[in-house]
T-cell receptor
Framework: QQQVKQSPQSLIVQKGGISIINCAYENTAFDYFPWYQQFPGKGPALLIAIRPDVSEKKEGRFTISFNKSAKQFSLHIMDSQPGDSATYFC????????????FGSGTRLLVRP | KAGVTQTPRYLIKTRGQQVTLSCSPISGHRSVSWYQQTPGQGLQFLFE???????NKGNFPGRFSGRQFSNSRSEMNVSTLELGDSALYLCASRRTSTDTQYFGPGTRLTVL
């Protein structure tokens, strides 16, 4: 019940296309859902995060869509660029314990020029 | 503002040895969390420290321990190393008034 399931494992998108990564969870106590981006040799960096009181959050080319009833959330990268090629992780945490993130398994995104 | 720093960046140890990794959080951040990243298990929470106290621990054996100093710097220790402990160990710091965790570059531990 503590798992966060992420798909797909890998994704290839053409430059300018839309990249979509999906995550699903079981524990309804989760109330903080961040997405992290990780480049090789670097630590994960926060991209965007959402709480269940909103269904969508947009920051630049990155959008989180959140479906509370389905217990799913997704990351959309609009106008994908080669520089977006990285591994993306969804995560979830509970209440005041946002320091304890439960991560998805990661999606390796490759954006072709 | 300097980011989270971790030392050393790379370590090679042999089975049975012990290792200590260090993390310096962003100035003003009092919460420090540690994660283990492996290809097989992904990113897993190890433990979190706040005001020199461990508040939460993940599902790891007692060989994994840590501590935090009064300046918020943190160390984690792994004793009696096993081959399966080979991983990237990540430290993250957080200002307690926010949710955002900032990760360091990690320490790559290889156990031979």
């Amino acid at each position: 019940q503590q798992q966060v399931k992420q798909s797909p494992q890998s994704l290839i998108v053409q430059k300018g296309g839309i990249s979509i990564i999906n995550c699903a969870y079981e524990n309804t106590a989760f109330d903080y859902f961040p997405w992290y981006q990780q480049f090789p040799g670097k630590g994960p960096a926060l991209l965007i995060a959402i709480r269940p009181d909103v269904s969508e959050k947009k920051e630049g080319r990155f959008t989180i869509s959140f479906n509370k009833s389905a217990k799913q959330f997704s990351l959309h990268i609009m106008d994908s660029q080669p520089g977006d090629s990285a591994t993306y992780f969804c995560a979830a945490s509970i209440g005041d314990s946002s320091y304890k993130l439960i991560f998805g398994s990661g999606t390796r995104l490759l954006v072709r020029p | 503002k300097a980011g989270v720093t971790q030392t050393p960046r790379y370590l090679i140890k042999t089975r049975g040895q012990q290792v200590t990794l260090s993390c310096s959080p962003i100035s003003g951040h009092r919460s420090v969390s540690w994660y283990q990243q492996t290809p097989g298990q992904g990113l897993q929470f190890l433990f979190e420290y706040f005001s020199e106290t461990q508040r939460n621990k993940g599902n790891f054996p007692g060989r994994f321990s840590g501590r935090q100093f009064s300046n918020s710097r943190s160390e984690m220790n792994v004793s009696t190393l096993e081959l399966g402990d080979s991983a990237l160990y990540l430290c993250a710091s957080r200002r307690t008034s926010t949710d955002t965790q900032y990760f360091g570059p990690g320490t790559r531990l290889t156990v031979l």
